[in-house]
């Protein structure tokens, strides 16, 4: 069962110039993970107030892109986003039961969790997580 989107990532060619375009773009700020050898900065995107007066939003990941850009005329080459998962091998049975392909093994984020990306069958990219604290909100 899934719980909901919890974090995206922003994949960069060049994650200064990145930084610096969302980071006056929207405010956000940016502040690096110990992510193993991977530079990767998480994103504190803020809180926006919802209908009900709650604060809600997600916060996500800035790293270095590791594949083809998407080039001029290409459809949307958008943000990925992780939905966190109850439990992740079930999951990964039922979207490749769905069609959707995993894009790496199963990996174990340290103090994070355990994380699988997939494209699914419309070519989109997105990723799912277990979290290693049952109740963890975000990455």
């Known amino acids: ?67 083809k850009d998407a080039g001029e005329g290409a459809s949307p080459n958008a943000f990925v986003c992780t939905i966190q998962v109850e439990d992740i091998d079930a999951t990964i049975e039922q979207a490749t039961k769905a069609g959707a392909v995993a894009q790496m093994s199963k990996d174990n984020l340290p103090g994070v969790g355990w994380l699988c990306y997939f494209k699914d069958p419309e070519d989109n990219i997105f990723g799912v997580l277990q979290a290693e604290i049952p109740d963890q909100k975000s990455m």
């Open 1 to 67: 069962m899934a719980v909901g989107i919890i974090h995206f990532e922003i994949h960069a060619n060049d994650i200064g110039r990145a930084r610096k375009f969302y980071g006056d773009l929207f405010g956000w700020s940016f502040e690096q993970a110990n992510v193993g050898q991977m530079e990767y900065w998480l994103i504190r995107t803020g809180r926006t107030p919802a209908r009900d007066g709650e604060k809600v939003g997600i916060d996500g990941g800035l790293l270095a892109k590791n594949g």
